[in-house]
């Protein structure tokens, strides 16, 4: 249980209420699921038991369960760490930007509710959200329409909301260039964020799994509130069919294509070592391949559900200020400090409405955030048992790990942080990175370790042989479709525009790509240094090099491993 919980927070996170309804809505609606469907059943599916049944019968984290699978693909290991470090730096800065929020809340009025404050500049626009419109300094009742005919509305007119995300929270610059200093309530919030999430996992797996059974429940308790308050709102049903209404003519979109493949790989955590890092602490014998099903199924029935506590609102939100939903439907920080604290004003108590989402928001990411942490963790210590399995030194380990990234991160809390984050976000660990290591994960236990001698293993483990197609998926299909939509993501691909208006310097751009590059070079460089340093006939050292240390020992070798960790 504790395992399901522990997946389940960590692949239940942001993307499921602030990604996937956007996608969804944005490809078609409800055409949107035949896509996503596909690459759940052929790519998402097979790579999510894969990594986990990898990590479960070689008791091993990210890095050293290749290791003994493959040598030659160690490298994957060494990707997905540096995909998880970019991770551990940058996804924990919004629970930071959510705690800011969520103590914001806490005021009789809520500071992004009103344009008297000292960081509103006085052209605000009321137009599109509250209930009173400051306009030139003058606040007036926006529902008494004629209180406006006679005024016009300046050209550079903004909002409230807008104006407290982009000045008081951000203190946002006008270019990365420009960083200017660390904004402190943000770094407080930082420091707050990683002191929980050290306390979280600090003691390992006994004191996660304990923990997971109120992170990774109490989100559903929250989307359930949200849910049931957003369909009773007026306009939840115009919002609820605009997200669902199907477009199949959008399915003749490569772009939707793409978007539902990255997507699927984004939301289940795949080739980041997070799977592999938690199935190497099940039992030998426990059912990975249900728990798969299981999770999956979870994982895709929540980001579902969250369309309708997301839309609902914005539909509520879209009918009280008399525009299309398409205007005020956002995705990411956008929709989560823009468009819902938008719509929260709008409410009766909403400094309550207030405090339910960023709450949730706040354990759908933390979960996440220790849980990779934890991976990293794992696969440091199996790497090195000999320096990080003494008393008190993964306290150490895990405490040096969230210094490193706190002090990182501050370079994300400054007042140009955000382009930075953006940068992280879009580059770093983006679906091209996920995709090519992604194809070198089936080639290497499809084609090179065997999809065959898997199956044995898995056999071995639960009892009886996978589901036939699964296999298929490891040797052609999903290698297939994902090569099709990295080749696709290059192809199409467009720079980083942040607001889709901001365009970074070109040494911006180079950032960027080092950033993702320095995790897709991983598998070859570490092949070619392995073949370099073995001396004999290329194919003799091929052959060598892809057996694994679980290969050369006797068939109950995996069960004497497990033997060795108790499990």
Excluded at 267 to 274: F, K, M
Excluded at 387 to 395: D, H, L, Q, T
Excluded at 541 to 548: A, F
Aim: aromatic share 16%; with cysteine.
């Amino acid at each position: 249980m504790e395992f399901v919980l522990s997946v389940a927070g960590e692949i239940i996170g942001l993307g499921n209420v602030w990604r996937f309804p956007y996608l969804c809505y944005k490809n078609g609606g409800g055409a949107f699921l035949i896509p996503y469907l596909i690459f759940l059943f052929t790519c998402g599916i097979p790579l999510f038991l894969l990594e986990t049944a990898l990590g479960q019968y070689t008791s091993q984290g990210g890095v050293t369960a290749w290791r003994k699978i493959c040598p030659i693909f160690e490298g994957l290991g060494y990707s997905a760490q540096v995909i998880e470090s970019y991770l551990n730096i940058y996804y924990i800065i919004i629970l930071s930007w959510a705690l800011f929020y969520l103590f914001s809340s806490f005021t009789s009025v809520l500071p992004w509710a009103s344009c008297n404050n000292p960081w509103n500049s006085g052209t605000l626009s009321y137009g599109w959200l509250l209930v009173e419109t400051c306009l030139s300094n003058l606040c007036v009742d926006f529902l008494n329409k004629s209180s406006l005919d006679n005024r016009t509305m300046p050209a550079n007119a903004t909002s409230p909301v807008v104006e407290f995300w982009e000045k008081r929270v951000l203190g946002l610059t006008d270019g990365i260039h420009k960083l200017g200093t660390v904004r402190w309530e943000l770094a407080l919030c930082l420091l707050l964020a990683w002191i929980i999430c050290y306390f979280c996992i600090w003691k390992g797996v006994k004191s996660t799994g304990k923990v997971v059974y109120f992170t990774a429940t109490f989100p559903y308790v929250m989307l359930i509130i949200l849910l049931v308050r957003g369909v009773t709102l007026p306009g939840a049903a115009e919002g609820i069919i605009f997200y669902l209404k199907p477009d199949i003519s959008r399915l003749a979109d490569p772009q939707v294509w793409m978007d539902a493949g990255t997507q699927i790989l984004f939301s289940y955590a795949i080739c980041q070592g997070c799977l592999t890092a938690l199935g190497s602490y099940n039992k030998y014998t426990n059912n990975c391949y249900r728990d798969c099903f299981m999770l999956c199924f979870l994982n895709s029935a929540t980001s579902f559900v969250a369309g309708f506590a997301i839309f609902s609102v914005l539909g509520f939100m879209a009918r009280e200020q008399g525009v299309p939903i398409a205007e005020v439907a956002e995705s990411g920080p956008g929709l989560a400090f823009i468009a819902y604290p938008t719509a929260v004003t709008m409410m009766p108590v909403s400094q309550l409405w207030s405090c339910l989402f960023f709450l949730m928001l706040i354990f759908l990411g933390l979960d996440s955030q220790f849980v990779c942490v934890e991976s990293m963790v794992t696969a440091l210590i199996d790497m090195f048992p000999a320096v990080f399995r003494k008393k008190g030194r993964r306290e150490l380990l895990i405490l040096t790990i969230a210094v490193i990234c706190y002090l990182l991160g501050l370079l994300l809390v400054t007042e140009g942080g955000m382009y930075i984050f953006q940068l992280f976000d879009y580059y770093a660990a983006s679906g091209t990175c996920l995709l090519f290591v992604a194809i070198f994960e089936v080639i290497c236990i499809g084609w090179v370790y065997g999809a065959n001698r898997f199956y044995d293993n898995i056999e071995d483990m639960i009892g009886f042989r996978p589901w036939p197609l699964i296999k298929i998926c490891w040797l052609v299909i999903t290698p297939g479709l994902c090569l099709a939509v990295f080749l696709f993501s290059l192809i199409k691909y467009t720079p980083l525009k942040y607001n889709n208006t901001y365009v970074y310097p070109t040494w911006g751009y180079v950032l960027g790509w080092m950033m993702a590059l320095s995790s897709m070079v991983c598998i070859p460089l570490y092949a070619i240094f392995i073949l370099l340093r073995t001396k004999g006939p290329l194919k003799q050292v091929l052959r060598w090099w892809s057996l694994g240390e679980l290969l050369l020992l006797p068939h109950d070798g995996a069960w004497e491993w497990h033997q060795g960790r108790c499990t």
